[in-house]
């Protein structure tokens, strides 16, 4: 009896399936692998934790966790970071909703307890974690014990514009000074443009916070901005 021939389209479609299947035994070893010994910050399906360094997933991890208020609290919750609910309030066409309580587990905030949205307070916990504490210890040569801010809530529209700011939703952060653990305070307005080891603190730590707010605006976008960083996790993207 004679074997059965196949037909060449028939030979085809087999290897295809063969090339197809080796190809999801690799993807599947490679996950397997990576999974076991990549580290977490690595991988887009390990959960976001702030004590993580940052890696190649932590930037997508980091904004997903954003859009999701319980996912928000979580990270901030296993991070550490110590804080309450705050009421949600409208006032005309500004909000305060999604919003937290800052109460401990990161640099300090002055004036204390300052209230702002989940995106935010996220933000400013990694911001702190993995942007000012590193910079503050490697160019000052000290830690940060306080971070003196101009405020979190304001009902009002962005300076010189139409648009209400970030402000208005409790969005944003205006961070002005820091005070270190060996009694120094360093200002924006006194050393963001100064030469020598203040002026590159500051600069570093408005650069780092890119990463995190969507907005960041320091001395060199303008005159309004001289004594402060505005960090803000609104919808535009500057970083200036
Ligand atoms: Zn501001």
Redesign the pocket.
Known sequence: MRPPVQSPEGLLLAGVWALLLDMALVFLAVVWIADGFAPPQDLPWKPLRLADPPGLATQAKFERAKLNPSACRAVLAQGGVRFGEAAPRTDGACAQLNAVRLEGGVTPLAPAGPVMTCPQALAYAFWDRHTLRPAAREVLGAAPVEVGH?GTYACRKVAGRDGL???AFAN???VASVRLADGRRVSVLKDFNADGEAGAFWRRARTGACRWFHVT?SPDYNAAHRD?L???SGRYRVCR
């Open positions: 101009y700011s970030e402000h944003a952060l205006d605006l402060h505005h960090l803000d």
